[in-house]
């Protein structure tokens, strides 16, 4: 559900795999698809092309063992009422998603035991219609969300480790979520109020102190809500960033000048209500939210 960066990579590789893979899409880039199939330029995979059906209406291929939930944030709630005919009392639907409370909404959709928490560790954009280009990482990690592990969870697994996708079955993937939160939250947001690579980033003290301070500021949320993240937590994401090639940007700064809408809701938005509810201050946050904000919806007029 969704076949830009994530769901067409991820989906590629299933198909190419042989599962039964179903694209649904929109506009040019369904058509494309449609008539040439779905195309993916990987930096680690090389370049394949993919034939599998695809559609704009997710009910029309019948009720689906496994759903790949991979619309952005801001469409969570339509995906999920579109998905509706596609779930059946067995249908699984894996959230691929930026941010932690997309599970919640698409819970509240289709019914909270359909639902698994996943994070995707991976770049890939739409290059144009029809068309995926893949230039980093490629891992899922993914689980029951109270931690379980179940015959399905275990058979997910299975089938991404077959199609040559590197995953790992948690116990702990709301911890997980929330350590991708973290990293997510201060590399889309710093990448995009600067315009700038993770390599100027980190190379300027300033810029390289106001990252550090997203990540303690969501730290201190997590701690708020409930979620115990590992101490170690913020030195081992600035690490992360430090090793990270120097161009590498984020999906919110390719949105961004681009002319796209943002998930400035899922991740900043979020993260800054969520301190309000807490009483946690969040002053870095809620300055790139700000800054962010005339641009949530595309360009400004």
Excluded at 121 to 134: D, F, K, N, R
Excluded at 240 to 253: E, M, R, Y
């Amino acid at each position: 559900m969704g076949t830009g960066g994530i769901g067409g990579y991820f989906g590629a590789k299933l198909c190419r795999a042989g599962e039964a893979v179903t694209f649904v899409a929109r506009g040019a880039h369904l058509e494309a698809i449609r008539k040439n199939g779905l195309r993916i330029k990987s930096a680690a995979d090389g370049e394949f092309v993919v034939t599998c059906p695809a559609t704009d209406d997710p009910g029309s291929a019948g009720i689906a063992d496994l759903v790949l939930f991979c619309v952005k944030s801001y469409d969570t709630e339509a995906a999920a009422r579109a998905i509706r005919p596609a779930v059946g009392p067995d249908t699984a639907v894996l959230c691929l998603q930026n941010g932690v409370d997309n599970e919640e909404k698409i819970e509240g959709i289709v019914g909270p035991s359909h639902v698994l928490g996943g994070a995707a560790y991976v770049l890939a954009t739409i290059e144009s219609p029809g068309v995926i280009a893949h230039a980093f990482a490629g891992k899922i990690a993914f689980g029951e969300l109270d931690g379980a592990e179940t015959p399905r969870a275990q058979g997910i697994l299975e089938v991404l480790q077959r199609a040559g996708i590197p995953a790992e079955q948690s116990p702990r993937i709301r911890q997980i979520l929330w350590e991708k939160y973290l990293f997510i939250a201060a590399q889309a947001g710093m990448t995009a109020v600067t315009r700038c690579p993770i390599g100027v980033i980190r190379a300027v003290p300033e810029t390289r102190r106001m990252y550090r301070l997203i990540l303690e500021e969501l730290a201190a949320v997590a701690k708020a809500e409930g979620v115990e993240l590992p101490a170690q937590t913020v030195d081992g994401i600035m690490a992360a960033a430090d090793n990270l090639g120097a161009t590498f940007t984020s999906s919110l700064h390719y949105d961004l000048t681009h002319g796209r809408r943002l998930e400035l809701e899922a991740l900043q938005g979020y993260a800054v209500r969520l301190g309000e509810k807490h009483g946690v201050p969040t002053p870095t946050l809620f300055s790139v939210y700000a800054a962010l904000r005339p641009y949530r919806d595309g360009a400004p007029a």
